[in-house]
């Protein structure tokens, strides 16, 4: 049949344009599988490029108040722990540090901290891999930075970027902000003082038990006195140590002019009680001083912890019993304006604030 | 062999069929020598399709395995008190070697090279302003690199 077949003449350009004609095709489809082909691999690697970016925004990092903790030293450098949680749903590996002094723009505004590797001595960390929930995790830190000296008017921006790209960044040292709108809080520095009905109190040998001093009546001229007030340490970094030159100044206002006359309250020992040789004692700012703790939480509504400070005695340091200015003595309507004077050790540093306070008043009619 | 030596003069001097075969043999010729034309436009014109696909996909895969991320933005001094400095912390977070080309600060073009980064590397990039950044200003930077992505973001100076 084969030897027919070739013997035969008839069809042998249709045998031929059918055979380039299946080449043709046979091109073509390989033309179509070699685009396909490269398609598929291109859309492989976008979708292996959007898994990159979607690990990416994946991460995600919060420092934890105050940011730096566990402050020392590391032979002749500095070191301390950054404390961050991982919130994102992805492990986040750290690449690197950033310190920059805002307070700073010499060259030494930057410091760059890398990762711990062979022949880097000083201004690297190490445990910078942090697992998705950890809470705590604290990234080791050894740098010629004193970050014990940083301030919220010297703070510091602290920058740290995954190897994903991610930037996270927090300032050092926080300062809390009150919430806007509240009025129930005189903020002065790190200092918030409460300013509601039972935030300022008084005693006086016949009323021990601290009552509001917004309105003090029945008040006899002569009569011993002390004021409590409430103080919270907001800063969120260190504790506040007060001094002894703390004072409550009751500026007394008489309408007739004769107005000025200061009464100052000096601060009293933590354990006093009301006015009296055995129930006000001197203030000891060395052995027992107040010591305001920092807030331990910074969603605390309050901004910190509860403090009452005491003030009575005549001069500092100590329990000379005083009394406001009353003129010629008596049960006198007076006005005064009271201002006070907080002198504090905070992060080492001496300071000193005036607190434009409260006005009250003896036996004036409500 | 002593066959074919009587048919061919035979089939030679025949003056049978001769439009048949002459017709058989047109068309046998060019049906080889259009399917020849044919074959050979077709290849080329798939050589250029192919050609141009390839470059697409090639330069296409080279762009889209590019990653690049600005950790850092530094204002600083130059000289002084000059405030014409800003330093740039990039870091190739993608799958290529990149290369950078330019970096922009308010749409006005300030650096322009060719910096080579590799896969996790980290460089900066100095530029010195021949204006000074103004204290608390927002400066718009961009990274443009040389296969074409662009990186750009708001940084502020320092007060």
């Given at each position: 049949?084969?030897?027919?077949?070739?013997?035969?003449?008839?069809?042998?350009?249709?045998?031929?344009?059918?055979?380039?004609?299946?080449?043709?095709?046979?091109?073509?489809?390989?033309?179509?599988?070699?685009?396909?082909?490269?398609?598929?691999?291109?859309?492989?690697?976008?979708?292996?490029?959007?898994?990159?970016?979607?690990?990416?925004?994946?991460?995600?990092?919060?420092?934890?108040?105050?940011?730096?903790?566990?402050?020392?030293?590391?032979?002749?450098?500095?070191?301390?722990?950054?404390?961050?949680?991982?919130?994102?749903?992805?492990?986040?590996?750290?690449?690197?540090?950033y310190f920059y002094n805002y307070s700073d723009s010499s060259s030494n505004a930057l410091k760059i901290?890398?990762?711990?590797?062979?022949?880097?001595?000083?201004?690297?960390?190490?445990?910078?891999?942090?697992?998705?929930?950890?809470?705590?995790?604290?990234?080791?830190?050894?740098t010629t930075l004193d970050m014990?000296k940083a301030t919220e008017s010297r703070p510091y921006i602290i920058y740290?970027?995954?190897?994903?790209?991610?930037?996270?960044?927090?300032v050092y040292p926080?300062?809390?902000?009150?919430?806007?709108?509240?009025?129930?809080?005189?903020?002065?520095?790190?200092?918030?003082?409460?300013?509601?009905?039972?935030?300022?109190?008084?005693?006086?040998?016949?009323?021990?038990?601290?009552?509001?001093?917004?309105?003090?009546?029945?008040?006899?001229?002569?009569?011993?006195?002390?004021?409590?007030?409430?103080?919270?340490?907001?800063?969120?970094?260190?504790?506040?140590?007060?001094?002894?030159?703390?004072?409550?100044?009751?500026?007394?206002?008489?309408?007739?002019?004769?107005?000025?006359?200061?009464?100052?309250?000096?601060?009293?020992?933590?354990?006093?009680?009301?006015?009296?040789?055995?129930?006000?004692?001197?203030?000891?700012?060395?052995?027992?001083?107040?010591?305001?703790?920092?807030?331990?939480?910074?969603?605390?509504?309050?901004?910190?912890?509860?403090?009452?400070?005491?003030?009575?005695?005549?001069?500092?340091?100590?329990?000379?019993?005083?009394?406001?200015?009353?003129?010629?003595?008596?049960?006198?309507?007076?006005?005064?304006?009271?201002?006070?004077?907080?002198?504090?050790?905070?992060?080492?540093?001496?300071?000193?604030?005036?607190?434009?306070?409260?006005?009250?008043?003896?036996?004036?009619?409500? | 062999?002593?066959?074919?030596?009587?048919?061919?003069?035979?089939?030679?001097?025949?003056?049978?069929?001769?439009?048949?075969?002459?017709?058989?043999?047109?068309?046998?010729?060019?049906?080889?020598?259009?399917?020849?034309?044919?074959?050979?436009?077709?290849?080329?014109?798939?050589?250029?399709?192919?050609?141009?696909?390839?470059?697409?996909?090639?330069?296409?895969?080279?762009?889209?395995?590019?990653?690049?991320?600005?950790?850092e933005v530094w204002f600083t001094n130059a000289?002084g008190q000059?405030r014409?400095n800003?330093t740039?912390?990039?870091?190739?977070?993608?799958?290529?070697?990149?290369?950078?080309?330019?970096?922009?600060?308010?749409?006005?073009?300030?650096?322009?090279?060719?910096?080579?980064?590799?896969?996790?590397?980290?460089?900066?990039?100095?530029?010195?302003?021949?204006?000074?950044w103004?204290r608390g200003?927002?400066?718009?930077?961009?990274?443009?690199?040389?296969?074409?992505?662009?990186?750009?973001?708001?940084?502020?100076a320092p007060f």
């Amino acid at each position: 049949m084969l030897k027919r077949f070739v013997g035969r003449r008839k069809g042998i350009g249709t045998v031929l344009g059918a055979g380039y004609f299946i080449i043709i095709v046979l091109a073509i489809f390989n033309l179509i599988m070699w685009e396909v082909t490269q398609y598929d691999a291109y859309q492989q690697l976008v979708s292996q490029m959007n898994q990159v970016d979607q690990e990416r925004i994946s991460e995600n990092l919060e420092f934890i108040d105050p940011g730096i903790t566990d402050i020392g030293t590391l032979g002749a450098y500095k070191c301390f722990n950054l404390t961050v949680r991982n919130i994102g749903g992805i492990t986040i590996n750290t690449a690197r540090l950033y310190f920059y002094n805002y307070s700073d723009s010499s060259s030494n505004a930057l410091k760059i901290i890398e990762k711990a590797a062979a022949g880097i001595s000083v201004n690297y960390f190490t445990n910078g891999f942090i697992n998705p929930g950890e809470s705590n995790h604290k990234i080791r830190v050894v740098t010629t930075l004193d970050m014990s000296k940083a301030t919220e008017s010297r703070p510091y921006i602290i920058y740290l970027t995954t190897e994903r790209g991610r930037t996270f960044s927090t300032v050092y040292p926080r300062t809390i902000l009150p919430k806007p709108g509240n009025v129930g809080f005189i903020d002065v520095g790190p200092l918030r003082f409460k300013f509601d009905y039972y935030a300022l109190n008084y005693t006086t040998p016949s009323r021990i038990v601290p009552t509001p001093a917004w309105l003090i009546s029945p008040y006899a001229g002569g009569t011993a006195i002390m004021f409590f007030v409430t103080v919270i340490n907001t800063a969120s970094d260190d504790d506040i140590r007060l001094k002894k030159y703390c004072v409550f100044d009751c500026i007394e206002m008489e309408f007739t002019g004769a107005s000025g006359k200061i009464a100052s309250f000096f601060i009293v020992d933590k354990d006093s009680t009301w006015p009296g040789a055995s129930t006000m004692f001197p203030y000891d700012e060395v052995n027992d001083p107040y010591i305001l703790p920092k807030n331990p939480d910074p969603n605390n509504p309050q901004g910190g912890i509860t403090n009452t400070i005491k003030f009575g005695a005549k001069s500092w340091g100590t329990a000379t019993v005083q009394c406001l200015f009353t003129g010629g003595g008596g049960y006198g309507q007076y006005v005064y304006l009271v201002l006070m004077g907080f002198y504090y050790v905070y992060k080492g540093q001496d300071y000193g604030a005036t607190i434009p306070f409260v006005a009250i008043r003896t036996n004036t009619p409500s | 062999m002593k066959k074919n030596r009587r048919t061919i003069p035979r089939f030679m001097s025949s003056r049978r069929a001769i439009s048949t075969l002459l017709a058989n043999v047109l068309v046998v010729t060019m049906v080889v020598a259009l399917g020849t034309m044919l074959f050979i436009w077709t290849t080329g014109v798939m050589g250029m399709y192919q050609g141009g696909a390839g470059v697409w996909f090639s330069t296409r895969s080279e762009v889209m395995k590019e990653r690049l991320a600005i950790e850092e933005v530094w204002f600083t001094n130059a000289v002084g008190q000059d405030r014409k400095n800003i330093t740039i912390y990039v870091r190739n977070v993608g799958t290529n070697e990149l290369k950078i080309a330019a970096v922009y600060v308010n749409s006005t073009q300030v650096w322009t090279g060719t910096k080579t980064l590799d896969v996790g590397k980290v460089d900066k990039i100095s530029l010195t302003l021949t204006t000074s950044w103004g204290r608390g200003c927002v400066t718009y930077i961009s990274v443009a690199t040389l296969r074409g992505n662009v990186v750009k973001g708001y940084w502020q100076a320092p007060f």
